[in-house]
């Protein structure tokens, strides 16, 4: 690799440090250098928001900036959400709600529409139509079926309260530190995104398998 620099990124809690090119974007440094192909690309121009991950607290298109940009980030990315403390093991409740408000559609733009709208409800855990659909107004659904995913994000709040309330009224926090390691090393199993739908389309093809091309 030419003029690789070496960079370290905090991933849904694991740490990487990998050598990407001095031009290689976040995204695909994201897709190739760490195999967490659930984050996608669309446009590589910013308009779609596809390849939305969070980084360091904030929702930012990954296809916007250079893996360089950001050395010693936390980033969160799709897979990453099902080991948060409000998932309790299982689904983390917009994944849920996407799939009991059938926000999924052809799923292409989901993990972008995840992290702006987990993004969203660490902000404003009971935000209205409004503001949900002014937080996803970056991310395109190419499916149009933004009343549905408004919905799920709507789903997610009113669990998440739930949730809240069941314990006191504390939130959930995400109590993951650096040091931690994931058993699966942050890889979606078999390195394909699940959305927690059975029978599932199973996202993209990944830029390996299509030559280095995304869908």
Do not use: W
Not at 7 to 20: R, S
Not at 58 to 74: H, N, R, V, Y
Not at 132 to 161: F, K, M, P
Request: overall charge negative.
């Amino acid at each position: 690799m030419t003029n690789a620099r070496e960079i370290t990124l905090t991933v849904n809690g694991t740490e990487h440090t990998i050598e990407v090119e001095p031009r290689q974007l976040l995204v695909h440094a994201i897709r190739e250098e760490l195999d967490l192909t659930g984050t996608h690309i669309g446009c590589d121009t910013g308009n779609c928001g596809a390849c939305t991950v969070i980084k360091d607290g904030e929702p930012i298109k990954s296809c916007l900036m250079f893996a360089t940009q950001a050395d010693g980030s936390e980033l969160m990315t799709v897979e990453g959400m099902e080991d948060l403390p409000e998932a309790r093991g299982e689904l983390h409740p917009l994944q849920e709600g996407f799939r009991e408000e059938h926000g999924l559609q052809c799923g292409y733009c989901t993990p972008g529409m995840l992290m702006s709208g987990k993004a969203l409800l660490d902000e404003n855990p009971d935000p209205n139509e409004d503001e949900i659909r002014e937080a996803i107004s970056g991310n395109l659904c190419r499916c149009t079926g933004y009343q549905n995913i408004v919905r799920s994000i709507e789903y997610a709040a009113d669990e998440l309260e739930s949730v809240a309330a069941a314990d006191g009224g504390e939130r959930p926090t995400d109590s993951r530190s650096a040091s931690e390691t994931r058993s699966d090393g942050g890889v979606a199993v078999d390195g394909e995104f699940d959305c927690g739908v059975e029978n599932c389309c199973g996202g993209p093809t990944t830029d390996r398998e299509r030559g280095g091309e995304s869908e």
